[in-house]
T-cell receptor, first 112, second 117 residues
């Protein structure tokens, strides 16, 4: 069974520093990988989706890389801001229709 | 923009009550999902549906059932609520698979925080 791990569980950085969030998965046979942001008490907002054939995906200050062979993805957030404080989750798509397996998330605090 | 709505943001029910959680999406998506989210455990899939009147068990279906009578609506039912079902419930939807299975993002609703006393 696919297992998705996110380390660390929590992270605190001063404003302006770059954020590096890690996601690892045990089975490299994935269809794609999606990164989400979750604010306290809210639903999940999609940030980036990387197809299994891609190596990276970028959107503004966000960049996500994917190394299927080693079972890893990294989300980079450049020049962090207090508004980036949230929990970030990664999820891998495990079947051709749409079933995802989620990591437990990394809680990020960006201090002014 | 894709919109996934859930019938309640907060719900308080008593042990033994029958509870209905409703989810509606407006993008004509085939796939719909119900998750629960608990601290330290992340999101766990309860049930999902690939089409109308079709349902599949996820990782933790015990104590739950679902209904999908219309494409846009997916309901989660707690037949007899128990305190261990106190949780945040999240509904999601996604379109059919494209070439090579993607990209088909999941879109989430705002969540329902259910408390069973």
């Amino acid at each position: 069974k696919q297992e998705v791990t996110q380390i660390p569980a929590a992270l605190s950085v001063p404003e302006g520093e770059n954020l590096v969030l890690n996601c690892s998965f045990t089975d490299s046979a994935i269809y794609n990988l999606q990164w989400f942001r979750q604010d306290p008490g809210k639903g999940l907002t999609s940030l980036l989706l990387i197809q299994s054939s891609q190596r990276e995906q970028t959107s503004g200050r966000l960049n996500a890389s994917l190394d299927k062979s080693s079972g890893r993805s990294t989300l980079y957030i450049a020049a962090s801001q207090p508004g980036d404080s949230a929990t970030y989750l990664c999820a891998v798509k495990t079947d051709s229709w749409g079933k995802f397996q989620f990591g437990a998330g990394t809680q990020v605090v960006v201090t002014p | 923009d894709v919109k996934v709505t859930q019938s309640s943001r907060y719900l308080v029910k008593r042990t033994g009550e029958k509870v209905f959680l409703e989810c509606v999406q407006d993008m004509d998506h085939e796939n719909m999902f119900w998750y629960r989210q608990d601290p330290g455990l992340g999101l766990r899939l309860i049930y999902f549906s690939y089409d109308v009147k079709m349902k599949e068990k996820g990782d933790i279906p015990e104590g739950y059932s679902v209904s999908r009578e219309k494409k846009e609506r997916f309901s989660l039912i707690l037949e007899s609520a128990s305190t261990n079902q106190t949780s945040m419930y999240l509904c999601a939807s996604s379109g059919p698979p494209g070439l090579a299975g993607g990209p088909r993002e999941q879109y989430f609703g705002p969540g329902t925080r259910l408390t069973v006393t």
